[in-house]
């Protein structure tokens, strides 16, 4: 399997900019959680999907971040407009279901907004 | 208060040498503990998993739970170069599948010299 697949791996834009990033889960697999990571604050949940559907956007830090899974084998999640603080890696991992099923995890996209 | 707290190390040992790494946790409804493993540039992977408190031992590695405590261990024996990586805690009140709300810990970054 090719686990999950996250681009771009780098990204370095200018505040104030959009940024788009991409994330393609593992077949079968039916969540997708994103994720941050930081010095400051660690690894920290932002939002998942189930079966398509977003369930929990509680850790989307604002307005500025959007999520979306238009299908089963794609989402991605929209900064905009892009700030310094949001420099960070991000990371996607899906899961199946059926009893405990550990999450997957893709290497990430490293975000830096200058 | 972080409701997990781990030591950022670094950790440097000798080829060979045993590893401790802990964590501490402050809700006593978590319930599940996992550790996960995390190379440079690369995303966690998970290693173990664990149930409430006691022991479980895989190869080299053994995790413990400690709930009266609420600390959290994993020991490496005769550690290798390749297991040099940053080391994650994780913790869910609900259990390791997808739906849990998983709880991270910043990590402790350890380097085994060879």
């Known amino acids: 399997d090719a686990g999950v697949i996250q681009s771009p791996r780098h990204e370095v834009t200018e505040m104030g900019q959009e940024v788009t990033l991409r994330c393609k889960p593992i077949?079968?697999?039916?969540?997708l959680f994103w994720y941050r990571q930081t010095m400051m604050r660690g690894l920290e949940l932002l939002i998942y999907?189930?079966?398509?559907?977003?369930?929990?956007d509680s850790g989307m830090p604002e307005d500025r971040f959007s999520a979306k899974m238009p299908n089963a084998s794609f989402s991605t999640l929209k900064i905009q407009p892009s700030e310094p603080r949001d420099s960070a890696v991000y990371f996607c991992a899906s899961s199946g279901t059926g009893g405990n099923q550990p999450q997957h995890f893709g290497d990430g996209t490293r975000l830096s907004i200058l | 208060q972080k409701e997990v707290e781990q030591d950022p190390g670094p950790l440097s040992v000798p080829e060979g040498a045993i590893v401790s790494l802990n964590c501490t946790y402050s809700n006593s409804a978590f319930q599940y503990f996992m550790w996960y493993r995390q190379y440079s540039r690369k995303g966690p992977e998970l290693l173990m998993y664990t149930y409430s408190s006691g022991n479980k031992e895989d190869g080299r590695f053994t995790a413990q739970v400690d709930k009266s405590s609420k600390y959290i261990s994993l020991f490496i024996r005769d550690s290798q170069p390749s297991d040099s990586a940053t080391y994650l805690c994780?913790?869910?009140?609900?259990?390791?599948?997808?739906?849990?709300?998983?709880?991270f810990g910043s990590g402790t970054r350890l380097s085994i010299r060879p």
């Open positions: 999907f189930n079966n398509n559907v977003p369930i929990d």
């Open positions: 077949s079968g697999h039916d969540y």
């Open positions: 994780a913790m869910s009140a609900e259990g390791y599948s997808s739906a849990s709300k998983i709880i």
